[in-house]
C-alpha cells in the first residue's frame, strides 16, 4: 500500500470511528430523554381515560382549586354539596378539580362516586401523589388553592365544621377555602396559607 493510500485509510478509519462514537452518543441522549419523559407521565396525575393531566397547565389565568377526595370518606361525602356549591358561585374565577389519591379507587369506583353525589368536576386520579406532594395535602377532604401564577397560596380544611373526626359544629365558623379563593382571585394573600383538615388520612405519604 502506497503512502498516500495509507494516510487515506487512516484518515477514514479514524472519521469512522469519531462518526461512529458520536451516532452511539446521540443515542444514548436520545434513549435517556425518553426514559425521563416516559418516568416523568408515569408520576403524573391521570384523568379517568387513563391519560396524563396537569391541572396547573390547564385554564391559564385562572385560580386552580384541588380538592382531594375519597370515595369512603364519609367526610369528604359531607363535603360534596358544598364542594358543588363553591364550584359554581367561584366557577368564573377558579377551575376546581376533584383529586382521587387512594391507589386502590378504580375509574370505574370514581364515576359511581361521581354519579352518586351529583359531582360535575372534572376528576383525576393522583397515584403516585405527584399532586398531593405539591399541595402538601394528609387527609381528606383538604382543599389547595394555586394563584393564576400557579403559587401555592392555601392548603388545608374546607371550612371548620368538623373540630375533630366525628365531631361537628352546627355551622362552620371560618371557610378558609372560600377567603382563598376569593383572595387569589384579587392577587393578594390569604388571610391564613395554611389550616389542619380533619377526615380520612392520606395512605402511603413519604
Not at 65 to 87: G, H, K
Not at 129 to 150: C, D, I, M, Y
Not at 162 to 180: C, I, M, P, V
Request: net charge positive.
Amino acid at each position: 500500500m502506497s503512502r498516500r493510500a495509507r494516510i487515506f485509510f487512516y484518515t477514514d478509519s479514524y472519521v469512522f470511528r469519531r462518526s461512529f462514537r458520536l451516532l452511539v452518543a446521540i443515542g444514548a441522549a436520545v434513549f435517556f430523554l425518553s426514559f425521563i419523559l416516559s418516568m416523568a407521565a408515569g408520576q403524573q396525575a391521570r384523568d379517568l381515560g387513563g391519560s396524563p393531566k396537569d391541572p396547573l397547565k390547564e385554564t391559564p389565568g385562572k385560580v386552580v382549586v384541588l380538592l382531594f377526595v375519597r370515595t369512603d370518606c364519609p367526610i369528604s361525602n359531607r363535603y360534596a354539596p358544598l364542594l358543588q356549591e363553591m364550584s359554581v358561585k367561584y366557577g368564573s374565577e377558579a377551575a376546581f378539580w376533584l383529586v382521587f389519591p387512594d391507589k386502590n379507587e378504580s375509574p370505574g369506583s370514581i364515576r359511581s362516586y361521581l354519579q352518586e353525589f351529583n359531582y360535575k368536576l372534572p376528576a383525576l386520579r393522583d397515584m403516585e401523589h405527584s399532586l398531593v406532594k405539591k399541595s402538601g395535602a394528609k387527609v381528606t377532604p383538604e382543599a389547595a388553592v394555586f394563584n393564576s401564577k400557579r403559587d401555592l397560596v392555601y392548603h388545608g380544611r374546607i371550612d371548620d365544621a368538623y373540630r375533630e373526626f366525628g365531631k361537628a359544629r352546627r355551622a362552620a365558623t371560618t371557610h378558609e377555602l372560600a377567603d382563598a379563593i376569593e383572595a387569589a382571585s384579587k392577587g393578594v394573600a390569604p388571610p391564613s396559607a395554611a389550616a389542619e383538615g380533619v377526615g380520612c388520612f392520606i395512605s402511603d405519604l413519604k
